[in-house]
């Protein structure tokens, strides 16, 4: 091997080399390595994700096993309907879906007294990916947020012809002052 090694360092790296071998050969893992594959891209443009749940007795049992998938086409809010007993602050009911615009106006968001005493039911609207990992405990938090504006008509824009006269008449007026 190497001639100018003592013997013993020899014999020590030719066992060591030996047991390293060995134990890979041995104890090789039976299953193969798992391969985390996780596909996020969107299914189509400007699809979102909301935390979706049925009948869960709090939002963190909500939200732990909410169904991680794209909302359907046509859907652009994430909705959220919350049950709270007013007396204790407790939770009694989450749901939590996917919704598009007539789930989410102004009449439907907010909270309401139901026909059992004490329990009012907060509903709230967002806009964007998972933006409903709160839920609604009062009117206060029971709202409906978005990142666009819900009208989408055009702006209001005053015809040229008006706005050149306007300034014609406004700089012959300050002519006329000074």
């Not at 091997?1 to 030996?18: C, R, T």
């Not at 969107?42 to 998938?69: G, H, L, M, Q, V």
Request: a positive charge; glycine letters at 2%.
């Amino acid at each position: 091997m190497l001639p100018y090694w003592p013997k013993i360092i020899q014999q020590w790296l030719s066992a060591a080399v030996f047991c390293l071998v060995f134990m890979s050969s041995c104890c090789a893992p039976t299953e193969p390595s798992l391969i985390f594959s996780y596909d996020d891209s969107t299914p189509f443009p400007n699809a979102i994700k909301c935390f979706t749940c049925t009948d869960k007795r709090s939002n963190r049992e909500c939200n732990e096993r909410a169904y991680d998938a794209f909302c359907p086409k046509g859907t652009k809010y994430c909705h959220t309907s919350h049950y709270v007993n007013q007396k204790t602050r407790e939770s009694i009911l989450v749901n939590k879906k996917c919704a598009e615009i007539q789930d989410c106006t102004m009449n439907t968001v907010g909270c309401t007294d139901t026909s059992t005493k004490h329990v009012q039911r907060c509903v709230s609207c967002c806009e964007g990916t998972q933006c409903n990992f709160w839920s609604p405990h009062n009117s206060t938090t029971a709202i409906f947020s978005t990142l666009t504006p819900l009208n989408t008509a055009p702006l209001q824009r005053i015809p040229n012809v008006i706005l050149i006269v306007g300034l014609s008449i406004t700089t012959r007026l300050l002519r006329l002052v000074t």
